[in-house]
């Protein structure tokens, strides 16, 4: 690589020329001198740090005063690649010295099978690298391939007072072009960057903060900033569209993806599009995601609406979805008056309508109230309310925009206030309370209404036999009527009706009276059930608890918000060559894909190593696969295990290999599950007993010696939760031997 230095050195720097450390003391980093300072702990000083250091803070970190720049280069296009540098500042190397840095990957020996220790290091050095498949044929192709990547790595620091850039070249034919350009500052003793990268992502945890603060959608810099997550190599495509006056157009887009050694097939590619206005005026923008080969119409991804001004200099984002500040006022949609917050722990509960099902909670101090969180009024969302009352509470009814500015909205909640009926502050609607409200209007003078405001059902600051008359309806409802659940949930299954039976019943049974009809688009809950009625569901919807169905005539009535039974794989380990018969019974969901095609079960001939020969059509295998949907199992997730995104794949490896997994088993167990895991803040993991076996049964012919049946279960969580550890059972095989695993992602 070659470097260009266009700058002003003071003569301090310039001693950094003058004496270069040796690359051998390298590991001791504080032996340096105090021009330039203790090189900090995060410095990459191998393949494997730069490699771990670009992918979690992309080409350029900032931090303790040090820029890094890190890219992966081709090593047979190192001398295609160089950089310049202007303004004032200092460059070293890491550790120090003048001059870029490349890392190679090194190369280990290929470990004897028969020395463990050496197979654990080569196994663990892998593990480092992202390559689970521990194969040693890797590395000898790496080192054979003349392109292999290497890490460049410069360090640089900006001296107080002055400002630096930092231009990356690439020759293109016979000419260097510039690729991406940094700028730093230090004007205040703190270097800061000042290019576009200072909020551009360009690594996967900068890419996932970014969309969970800015949205798929979002204006910087005057540019638009979209959010795409795309896998091109299923033959996805994105399609920008848009019409209006205005117009905008492609300026780059900056890629996430991880640096990977063994890229593999089948990944999306996670990256920013920056767009530039292009002419002024508002310009209507969507995007569509779709396969080019298909006949299938594009699905719209993204809506956005923008207004250009000023030549292209100024651009307001006035889409629907976009992050604003919200200034709310709560009004008594009865009384039309301002409702009461002050001191009341009031709290505003914002709930998105589809996956992924996420809530945000707003304390309400005012009214009106301003919330500067970034889209705290979404139109897609829904909202409830709550505050601290022994009388009832408010219900939101609806919400009106009343004003609107790009990044502010002025909104107007109509509430409804609901009595709860307990005139006498015991904490429970009951016939005592009628019994109150009666022997006051008789106007008995030993009968005092302490709770009044809880009976106040016409909302007029008035009791009187009207709101009697309401209050005897209300107890009919609540006492005569309602069958309370045997068993109330606290899992919170989200569910929706689908079929024709809307009714919400006060019993598990159509001879129970209808208590209201609902909505399909209402997405419910299950709060419980009871035994002996599994085509009933308790919940809530409209402010009143009842029952739904879950199937009419043997039709689904509704379906269960939650995710399908993913990937149960059966292995089979007969001690000799045996024809095996495998029947699979589904009691709490819907058999979906099987491979080889299930008929009434699986005809097999399996083999004491694993092998199966499929009887209907010749066909071998390495195992039997199977999936579900409108999975209706409680899963018991009472005990078990809440693990950091980051410690996925040691933790699988603990907990498989202690219940009984093979090394095969679980290395397919986990380059299955670990890319949806990895990637989540935490975990919550619980592994399945008789919940999974009994919802899906297998009967063996001949009948297995041992089998051990693994399902997983988990949430992803943004924070950390404590549960009861799970006690897991270790596998014994004996005999002929079956072992299946599987696994399902929970809401």
């Known amino acids: 690589m070659k470097k260009k230095t266009i700058a002003l050195f003071t003569t301090g720097i310039m001693l950094l020329s003058a004496a270069p450390a040796p690359m051998e003391a390298a590991a001791d980093k504080t032996a340096y001198d105090s021009v330039i300072g203790t090189l900090p702990d995060w410095t990459p000083m191998d393949f494997i740090s730069a490699m771990k250091l670009y992918n979690e803070h992309g080409k350029c970190f900032v931090s303790d005063g040090y820029i890094c720049m890190v890219r992966p280069v081709r090593s047979n296009r190192k001398d295609d690649i160089e950089f310049s540098i202007s303004g004032g500042a200092s460059e070293i190397n890491s550790p120090v010295c003048e001059g870029t840095k490349y890392y190679e990957l090194d190369i280990p020996e290929n470990p004897d099978p028969e020395d463990l220790e050496a197979s654990m290091a080569f196994e663990e050095y892998c593990d480092s690298l992202g390559l689970s498949s521990h194969n ?65 992502p360009d690594c996967v945890p900068e890419y996932n903060s970014f969309v969970n603060e800015y949205g798929i959608i979002s204006v910087h810099d005057n540019y638009v900033a979209y959010w795409a997550d795309i896998n091109y190599t299923v033959g996805a495509s994105l399609k920008m569209e848009q019409s209006g006056e205005g117009a905008i157009e492609e300026f780059l887009e900056s890629d996430c993806s991880p640096f990977v050694l063994d890229p593999g097939t089948g990944r999306a590619t996670p990256s920013v599009i ?17 396969r080019s080969f298909s006949d299938t119409e594009p699905k719209v991804s993204s809506e956005g609406k923008f207004e250009i001004k000023n030549n292209c200099t100024e651009i307001i984002d006035w889409s629907a979805n976009r992050k604003t500040s919200a200034v709310f006022t709560f009004i008594d949609a009865d009384t039309e008056e301002p409702v009461d917050v002050s001191g009341k722990g009031a709290e505003l509960t914002k709930s998105s309508r589809q996956a992924p099902y996420t809530s945000d909670m707003y304390y309400i101090s005012s009214n009106p109230c301003t919330i500067t969180l970034n889209n705290a009024y979404d139109p897609n969302c829904s909202y409830s309310f709550s505050m601290d009352s022994q009388a009832g509470r408010y219900d939101v009814e609806d919400m009106k925009v009343t004003a609107e500015e790009a990044d502010r909205r002025e909104v107007t909640v109509f509430m409804k206030w609901c009595p709860n009926g307990d005139l006498n502050g015991s904490g429970e609607f009951n016939i005592a309370d009628l019994v ?24 007029d600051n008035v009791i009187d036999v009207f709101d009697m008359i309401v209050m005897r309806r209300k107890l009919i409802e609540k006492l005569g009527i309602v069958v309370s659940p045997e068993y109330p949930s606290s899992r919170y299954t989200l569910l ?3 079929g024709e039976d809307h009714n919400l019943y006060a019993g598990p049974g159509t001879e129970y009276m209808v208590l209201d009809t609902i909505d399909g688009s209402t997405l419910l809950h299950e709060l ?7 085509d009933w569901v308790f919940t809530e919807a409209n402010g009143k608890q009842g029952w739904v169905r879950v199937n009419c005539d043997g039709k689904p009535n509704v379906i269960f918000m939650s995710p399908a039974i993913d990937k149960p794989v059966i292995y089979l380990y007969p001690e000799e060559e045996t024809d095996v018969h495998v029947e699979l019974t589904l009691t709490e969901s819907e058999l979906s894909t099987t491979y080889p095609r299930y008929n009434n079960g699986w005809d097999v001939t399996a083999y004491p190593d694993g092998r199966l020969l499929n009887k209907a059509d010749g066909t071998h295998h390495r195992y039997l696969f ?18 950091a995104g980051s410690d996925t794949e040691s933790f699988l490896r603990e907990k498989l290999t202690y219940m009984g997994l093979t090394e095969d088993e679980m290395n397919e167990f986990i ?40 399902f997983m279960t988990y949430i992803p969580l943004e924070n950390a939760v404590d549960i009861q550890p799970q006690q897991l059972e270790t596998f014994e095989r004996k005999g002929f031997t079956v072992v299946e695993w599987g696994g399902s992602q929970l809401s």
């Open 136 to 200: 040693y044929s890797f590395f000898e192709n790496y080192a054979e391939n003349e392109s292999r990547y290497v890490f460049e790595v410069d360090m640089f620091r900006v001296p107080d007072g002055l400002d630096m850039t930092v231009t990356w070249h690439e020759k293109n034919g016979d000419k260097y072009e510039v690729t991406e350009v940094f700028t730093f500052e230090n004007h205040d003793g703190t270097t800061v960057e000042t290019d576009m990268y200072r909020w551009l």
């Open 274 to 290: 920056i767009y530039k206005p292009a002419a002024d005026g508002m310009a209507d923008v969507t995007w569509r995601i779709g």
């Open 436 to 459: 109150s409200l009666q022997n006051w209007l008789k106007g008995d003078a030993d009968t005092e209404l302490p709770n009044w405001l809880s009976a106040d059902f016409c909302h």
């Open 496 to 498: 929706r009706i689908t």
């Open 528 to 534: 419980g059930f009871s035994e002996g009625v599994d």
């Open 626 to 643: 199977w999936d579900s949907v409108n999975s209706r199992t409680r899963f018991d997730l009472s005990k078990g295990f809440c693990v």
């Open 671 to 710: 380059v299955y599950w670990l890319p949806r895991m990895e990637h989540n803040r935490y975990n919550l993991i619980s592994f399945q007993g008789k919940a999974y076996t009994d919802s899906a049964r297998l009967d063996i012919t001949p009948s297995p010696d041992s089998i051990c049946r693994i």
